[in-house]
């Protein structure tokens, strides 16, 4: 059944309708935004994702059209309290409503509580799934606990033996001031 679904262009409506899902091992580096958040090699690592669509009220003349959205990766970044190799577990768990188009889903989304998307037959779910992995991206990745312990203070050995300021051009003139009166 799921053959028949493009994530590219996914007509959302159909998928729900059939309760349809979709589960895919994607290699990361197909997904350009998420990937330029790595450093290092990512060689074979890969984002698993599903999604499964779901029609609520069938046979009412408004049903509610969801997909609800699961994936997992992990991101080789670096560390910005020890600057070592860290791996960053990134977990998505969301669900979408779908209406009818994007008026409505402008009204509806400051009265719900749910994500609301508008209505589209070449929908991309890949888009959507690479947004959403972006927003779970720590602003600064950390350790737990850093492998190394982190240098937390800084010591010049030139320090005590640097030289003397110079004296202030206008030390000697206030002197010379001082002493005529």
Do not use: Y
């Not at 010049?156 to 202030?168: G, M, V």
Request: hydrophobic content about 40%; proline content about 7%; glycine content about 4%.
């Amino acid at each position: 059944m799921a053959k028949d679904f493009d994530p590219h262009r996914l007509d959302v409506r159909r998928f729900a309708e059939e309760g349809a899902e979709l589960s895919v091992d994607d290699k990361l580096s197909r997904f350009r935004r998420l990937h330029a958040e790595t450093t290092g090699p990512t060689g074979e690592r890969t984002v698993h994702w599903g999604a499964r669509g779901e029609m609520h009220n069938a046979r009412h003349v408004h049903p509610e059209i969801w997909v609800h959205l699961e994936a997992d990766a992990k991101l080789p970044m670096v560390c910005q309290r020890c600057l070592n190799p860290v791996e960053v577990p990134l977990e998505v768990s969301r669900s979408f409503r779908f209406v009818a188009d994007e008026a409505t889903a402008v009204a509806q989304d400051e009265e719900s509580e749910e994500d609301i998307l508008a209505l589209s037959r070449s929908f991309d779910l890949l888009e959507l799934l690479e947004d959403e992995l972006l927003m779970e991206v720590p602003v600064a990745p950390l350790h737990a606990v850093c492998p190394e312990a982190v240098k937390m203070s800084a010591v010049d050995p030139d320090f005590e033996t640097a030289q003397p300021e110079k004296e202030h051009p206008f030390a000697l003139l206030g002197r010379l001031k001082t002493g005529k009166s």
